[in-house]
T-cell receptor, first 113, second 117 residues
Framework: DSGVTQTPKHLITATGQRVTLRCSPR?????VYWYQQSLDQGLQFLIQ???????AKGNILERFSAQQFPDLHSELNLSSLELGDSALYFC????????????FGPGTRLLVL | DAKTTQPNSMESNEEEPVHLPCNHS???????IHWYRQLPSQGPEYVIHGLTSNVNNRMASLAIAEDRKSSTLILHRATLRDAAVYYC??????????????????FGKGTLLTVNP
């Protein structure tokens, strides 16, 4: 158990819909990262937040957005969903130390029908 | 980010040592070498990391070539639980802490390790 929790575990929805994925980092970790894992693209970094502020952006679509709240949990919002958005979405957290290890949650499996 | 090259797959027998290679010929002098693994149906987990010297921890050992253009992750006695995809990742250091802006991980395709009973 990494200490990172993600909900829901599974999500099935239809094209055009909007969903919210939630992540609670390990206690004390200030950074939250979101990654997407699909069969064709592998594991890809989407976005990072540190103590409530966006710090880095990767291959995140404009239809996707995220935020980190004062209690440090984070939400990833996916809108106007397309079939190709079906993937595993992982959240990871790390502390504030130099070269800190990232701890990954169990992921949310999203299926868009 | 500098690129790493790993074999697509490797096979091992239970309780035998496993050597997982990674080539990173364009590594910069300050890049750290990290290894993560992803067990089936789970999120990635940290295994080990190093800069120049060989490193050991309870999970594995990391052997780094003298020229740093390659490294090898060593599992001393493979178990069935070690069957996973292993990722070799290079990470640039933060010269000055700035809230983790360079901390993202860039995953390649990794090596799928199969462990036979």
């Amino acid at each position: 158990d990494s200490g990172v929790t993600q909900t829901p575990k599974h999500l099935i929805t239809a094209t055009g819909q909007r969903v919210t994925l939630r992540c609670s980092p390990r206690s004390g970790d200030l950074s939250v990262y979101w990654y997407q894992q699909s069969l064709d693209q592998g594991l890809q970094f989407l976005i990072q937040y540190y103590n409530g502020e966006e710090r880095a952006k990767g291959n995140i679509l404009e239809r996707f957005s995220a935020q980190q709240f004062p209690d440090l949990h984070s939400e990833l919002n996916l809108s106007s969903l397309e079939l190709g958005d079906s993937a595993l979405y992982f959240c990871a957290s790390s502390g504030s130390a130099y070269q800190e290890t990232q701890y990954f949650g169990p992921g949310t499996r999203l299926l868009v029908l | 980010d500098a690129k790493t090259t790993q074999p697509n797959s490797m096979e091992s027998n239970e309780e035998e040592p496993v050597h997982l290679p990674c080539n990173h010929s364009t590594i910069s002098g300050t890049d750290y070498i990290h290894w993560y693994r992803q067990l089936p149906s789970q999120g990635p987990e940290y295994v080990i990391h190093g800069l120049t010297s060989n490193v050991n921890n309870r999970m594995a050992s990391l052997a780094i070539a003298e020229d740093r253009k390659s490294s090898t992750l060593i599992l001393h006695r493979a178990t069935l639980r070690d069957a996973a995809v292993y990722y070799c990742i290079l990470r640039a250091p933060q010269l000055k802490y700035s809230g983790g802006s360079n901390y993202k991980l860039t995953f390649g395709k990794g090596t799928l390790l199969t462990v036979n009973p």
